[in-house]
Each structure stands twice: as C-alpha cells, then as structure tokens.
C-alpha cells in the first residue's frame, strides 16, 4: 500500500506522519498568537513527537499537542503560519492558516477638560513603542470617567458628561479607529453620579464605583449593551479614587472617603457580586484624583491629591498596605492609567504648570521612576484611559 502523505523532510518520507489539519490562529497582543490545529489520524510508522508551528517570517515555536503559543511576531504585519508534525521518521507536509494580523497593545485616552472646556478627544498610543498619541475619534465629552474593558472593546464611564449622554457609558471597538458607542446607562438614581473614575474589569465584565460621595458598585457584561446592574456596596463613600484588576479581583482606592479618608484601597472578586472588603491602605493620604494600572499580578498608583509624583505598587493577590514604587516625570492629579502586562503608561493630569500632555511609562514588574514616553494630541486632565491588553485580561 502506498501512503498518501509522501513525507516531506525527514529520513524515511513514507513513514512520516500525515500534516494537521485545521489551522486557525487567535492572535495576542505586541507579536504573540496562539496556533491551534487538529493532529493527524495517520501518524506514520511512529507516534508523532511534537508539532511545529512557524510564521511565514520564519518565527516559530514548538509544542507536543494543539495549540501551539508564538511570540516575536510584528505586530501590525499581516502573515501566516505552517504547522508541522513530527515523528522518528521525519516531518509532514505543512498546513498553513488563513492569513492574519499580529495585534498592537493599545492604550485609548479618553476626554478630559483643558483650557479650552470639556474635551471630547479619543488619541491613542501603541503601549510597546513611544511616542506620540494620535486622533482615535470622538467621545460624549467626557470628564472625570473612569475606562476599562475587554481585548476587543474598551468602556468607559462617561462622567460629568453632555446633552443625552450624561452619567452613562460609552464603549469602543479596538479593532478600528472611531467615534465611541452609547453602552447604557447606570442603574442608581441613589446620590450623585458625577465622577465615576473607578473602573476595572476582567475580560467579561466591568465594574464602576460610583461618585460622588455614595458607596454603589454597579457592573456591565462588556460584550453586550445596557444598563448597568447594582454589584454591591464600596467599604465606605467614594469619591475620585481609581481602580485596576486582575483576572479575578478588582482593587480601587476610594479616594475623597467620607470623613476625609484619602488613603484606603478595597477589593472585589469580579466575576461574583457582593461587597467590597478592605485591602489595605496606600503609602499617604493621596487616593483622591490619582489614577491606576496593572499586570496581571501588580497592582500600580500614580499622582494623586494636591498634585503628587508619588507610584505606589500592591500585589493584588494578597492584602496590604502599598510600598513605594517610584516617582512620576511630574508632580500631577487627575491623570489617566492603563497597561498592558509588562508596562503601564499615565497620560495628561494637571501639574503646577497647569494641563499637561505629557505621557509617560513604567516597567510594572521592577519599581523606579516613570520615563517619557510622548505626548497626547491636546493637553486636558480628567480624562480616562482605556486598554486592549491590561492585567485584568
């Protein structure tokens, strides 16, 4: 009998295993892409070894079954990639995927004032390069919103807002530059709703604290749209605090507490409901007007009240006080803050100089001081920030 697969590299082409079947590609983020395939029924004269999977710029990895993880792609660059089984014979014929393309992880400021009023601005950045932002589309005038989101959308809480979308959310597709949607509106009618800054999300769903001076956490299933429904109730009143995630908690400061309480942080398991419990306390009494990222794993401050160039880290997994991380490029409050796992960015804020459009980042696992990264297209604070690829994905 003559087998169908011929071989295609190896010492004994007959006896090597047919090629997989059913490539399909999701891609990461900043060049990385998970490969999955079907082995082969026909594996040869030999159980098959491993699998191989390379890019059509010759970037490859390896793995023993589906699917097979990549990284070192360009992002930005349409390819392909050819999967490969393996056996003591040699190595099948490739099976190639459809054509895609490496994400960017992308950082989206949203909003803010500047001298000149409320700003409907969207600009954007790659996180993985720097340099300066560029015009992303339009939002519902946004101020004093707090962003979050999913890989493919970014939501927003639209703040001291305008006309019919005041106090709602707003969303974005980040597969393409644009206006924002209307998402819905807060569920609460309890106390005011200005200045909802504290967001923070896993890869399903969103939860915002809401201000001024209440204690309401509400949450939205990112994917859809609607209304927001109640979560549970903060540890205290909020106000102007910031909030960032894991996978699975979400941990905010409250900001202007009631009583004047500027420094506690809280927490929530994400994916349930309930009420928020104490996590610990920042380095000073400086959560109101401050802003927040993450990894994965840490949890970072930025700025804060009268104006701070204080960064302050917590490890979310645990319970505890923040330590010092290092300083910002300036002494700033109503900044905006998102990541990707690696490296966190905050953008504009008001310093001693008045509105500023100075983005800057950090390396989230190691502490030290923020280095320059570029420039937003218009200088405003009270803006928000969102991400494709922050510590809660």
């Not at 749209?225 to 009143?237: E, H, K, L, Q, R």
Request: net charge negative; with cysteine; hydrophobic share 35%.
């Amino acid at each position: 009998m003559v087998r169908r697969n011929g071989g295609f590299i190896g010492t004994d082409g007959l006896d090597a295993p047919d090629p997989p079947t059913g490539v399909t590609v999701t891609s990461g983020v900043d060049g990385a892409a998970s490969v999955a395939f079907t082995a082969p029924t026909d594996t040869g004269t030999s159980a098959i070894t491993g699998f191989v999977a390379v890019s059509a710029g010759g970037v490859g990895a390896t793995n023993s079954s589906s699917p097979i993880s990549i990284t070192g792609l360009t992002a930005g660059s349409a390819t392909t990639i050819k999967v490969f089984a393996i056996n003591a014979y040699g190595t099948s014929a490739p099976e190639f995927s459809d054509s895609f393309t490496p994400l960017a992880s992308i950082a989206v400021f949203i909003g803010g004032t500047s001298a000149g009023g409320t700003d409907n601005v969207m600009d954007y950045v790659n996180i993985a390069t720097t340099g300066n932002a560029s015009d992303w589309g339009d939002c519902f005038y946004n101020q004093l919103g707090g962003g979050a989101g999913s890989s493919t959308r970014g939501v927003f809480s639209t703040g001291k807002s305008h006309s019919s979308h005041s106090y709602g959310i707003g969303y974005i597709t980040y597969s393409t530059t644009g206006n924002a949607e209307t998402f819905g509106d807060f569920s609460s009618s309890t106390g005011n709703p200005n200045e909802p800054r504290i967001a923070m999300s896993n890869s399903t769903r969103a939860v915002f604290a809401r201000s001024e001076n209440t204690n309401t956490l509400e949450y939205i299933t990112i994917a859809s749209t609607g209304n927001a429904s109640d979560f549970g109730d903060a540890s205290d009143t909020v106000n102007k605090g910031a909030g960032t995630a894991s996978k699975t908690r979400g941990v905010y400061s409250l900001g202007d507490a009631q009583g004047g309480v500027f420094d506690s942080i809280d927490y929530i398991t994400i994916a349930s409901t309930g009420n928020a419990a104490d996590f610990g306390n920042l380095t000073a009494q400086i959560g109101e007007e401050i802003a927040a990222l993450s990894s994965n794993t840490r949890g970072v401050f930025g700025g804060g009240r009268n104006r701070e160039n204080v960064i302050q880290y917590i490890t979310i997994a645990s319970t505890g006080n923040a330590s010092d991380f290092g300083d910002l490029t300036a002494a700033t409050k109503f900044l905006a803050g998102t990541s990707n796992n690696t490296r966190g960015l905050f953008g504009g804020g008001n310093t001693s100089s008045g509105d500023t459009n100075v983005i800057s980042y950090i390396t989230i696992a190691s502490t030290g001081n923020a280095a320059d990264f570029g420039d937003l297209t218009v200088a405003r604070d009270d803006l928000a920030a969102c991400g494709n690829a922050h510590g809660g994905l």
